[in-house]
Nanobody, 126 residues
Framework: QVQVMESGGGSVQAGGSLRLSCAAS????????VAWFRQAPGKKREGVAR?????????YYADSVKGRFTISRDNAKNTVSLQMNSLKPEDTAMYYC??????????????????WGQGTQVTVSS
């Protein structure tokens, strides 16, 4: 049974940093797309960052987080992390990790991701 689990959320002041991790069980990150999404209260869920877990590991970021967030993978730990720096109050949201089966295109289309974590809350105060 495949499970995807997020960790690392919390509360921080504006300008601070947090690191989220996405661990998988029953599933190995290999040549597949892993993405972070977020959903703020009253807003639609949006893609934040994604990575294709091949050797070249191309990444993509939403404009709102480009230059502040970094997505990376750790093959030994079978995790994908999201380093979030220079956090802003508008980054406050529930953050979700999602994983796609191998060799699927890597986009922010939610229908491509059958495996989702339960989410971790990130709160940024001004």
């Amino acid at each position: 049974q495949v499970q995807v689990m997020e960790s690392g959320g919390g509360s921080v002041q504006a300008g601070g940093s947090l690191r989220l991790s996405c661990a998988a069980s029953g599933y190995t990150y290999s040549n597949n797309c892993v993405a972070w999404f977020r959903q703020a209260p009253g807003k639609k869920r949006e893609g934040v960052a994604r990575i294709y877990t091949s050797s070249s590991g191309p990444t993509y970021y939403a404009d709102s987080v480009k230059g502040r967030f970094t997505i990376s993978r750790d093959n030994a730990k079978n995790t994908v992390s999201l380093q979030m720096n220079s956090l802003k109050p508008e980054d406050t949201a529930m953050y979700y990790c999602a994983a796609a089966p191998p060799l699927r295109p890597c986009t922010f289309s939610e229908v491509q991701f059958p495996y989702w974590g339960q989410g971790t809350q990130v709160t940024v105060s001004s």
